[in-house]
């Protein structure tokens, strides 16, 4: 019996990497077709070398496919024009699966006073980088990455332009790394977990551009928990269970109203809110 990761999943046959650090392609047992081996499971390989056993999961992903995610970049630029509303839903689908993310503002090149309005509200809800993918800040996101990590966000911020500069001249000996990353838009996707160091993988997905709400899977009523700066006011509000949404005497709507909390944020929170309520009513 052996411990494995498995890094890449192409048709039936996974490639896996012991714990000395081998890598060999080798097939599941049948009996573990139904719910799938993932990219970033855990996995126990018997005697003729088949995967006989998934560990438990911390997470999974189904789009892409992949398990066990620690890290979430989530890159956002001055351009094309910040979808903040896909921010804040990725955001919460990381708190969700217990991902870490962080907010990575990227081409601070071409315009510094946005990316500082978008650190000035993010950083109060979690990590943010600020970073070109031309120049050097871009290695800031590679240190950040630890355990199984992924980037997620719209379509042209940089996401696979980023994946290009941090893996770099690594690319240039796994084969089509770079290649595969465009070709991924429209064929099915094959995950692979490209490995920086002991412990250090990066999905080279294509990234997450869309989140579906139905993805988020909570009640209206558990939405304002996932807002840090809603939580910190709330013992303010008259009401314990105040959802943020009416006058009466809300301490978070007084903070939207003077400025202390983003109106994009708040905006955001009553379309989301919303969404949510609609989706429970099928
Ligand atoms: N000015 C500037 N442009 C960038 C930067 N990073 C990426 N780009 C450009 O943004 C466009 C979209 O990049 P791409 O990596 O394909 O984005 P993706 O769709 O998120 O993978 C390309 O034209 C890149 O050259 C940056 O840091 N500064
Ligand atoms: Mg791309
Ligand atoms: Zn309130």
Redesign the pocket.
Known sequence: MIDALVLKKEADLFTVETQNGQTFSCVARKILKKNGVFVGDRVVLDDDNAICKIEKRKNVLIRPPLANLEKMFV?V?P?PKPDLYLIDKMLIFCKLNSIEPILCI?????DETVCDKLSQVYKQVCKVLV?????ES?MQIKKEIHGICT?A?????????????IVGDVVAKVDTFSKK?ERGKQTTRTVQLFKFSENCYLADT??F?KLDESLLNLEAEELKGFYPEFVELAPKCKYKSCVHVNDKDCAVLKSVKNGDISKSRYENYLKLLQTLKNLKRY
Do not use: M, P, R, T
């Open positions: 890159v630029a351009v990227n081409k601070k090149d071409l970073c070109s993918s031309f120049d871009v980037l966000g719209q379509s042209a911020v940089g996401k696979s332009s980023i994946i290009n500069a990353i294509a990234g551009s």
